[in-house]
Nanobody, 125 residues
């Protein structure tokens, strides 16, 4: 089992940047695929980005491609989500999730077994 803690959320103006961090408790962190999802009020949780355990494969939602970058530092048990050119529609609670399985659909919440508590991102216009 792994525990995930997100940090780095906050209030930012449109066009600004934030970097979210997802830190895991597990020492075998490199074996976990990590996904970022977000959920706005009244909406379903949606995929944002994901990264394989080795960091060799990354995946992005079309809505964030070119603006967000996911990366990981396995030595620090941390995955980052660098968010640039933020828009008001990026406002949501952002969650990181981990999967210790092999393969699966990175874009689906069903792939992931462990979830953090979420961090709020608010982008003002």
């Amino acid at each position: 089992q792994v525990q995930l803690v997100e940090s780095g959320g906050g209030l930012v103006q449109a066009g600004g940047s934030l970097r979210l961090s997802c830190t895991a408790s597990r020492r075998t962190f490199s074996s976990y695929d990590i996904g970022w999802f977000r959920q706005a009020p009244g909406k379903e949780r949606e995929f944002v980005a994901a990264i394989s355990g080795s960091g060799g494969r990354t995946y992005y939602a079309d809505s964030v491609k070119g603006r967000f970058t996911i990366s990981r530092d396995n030595a620090k048990n941390t995955v980052y989500l660098q968010m640039n050119s933020l828009k008001p529609e990026d406002t949501a609670v952002y969650y990181c999730a981990a999967d210790d399985g092999y393969g699966g659909n990175y874009y689906s919440t069903g792939k992931y077994d462990y979830w953090g508590q979420g961090t709020q991102v608010t982008v003002s216009s």
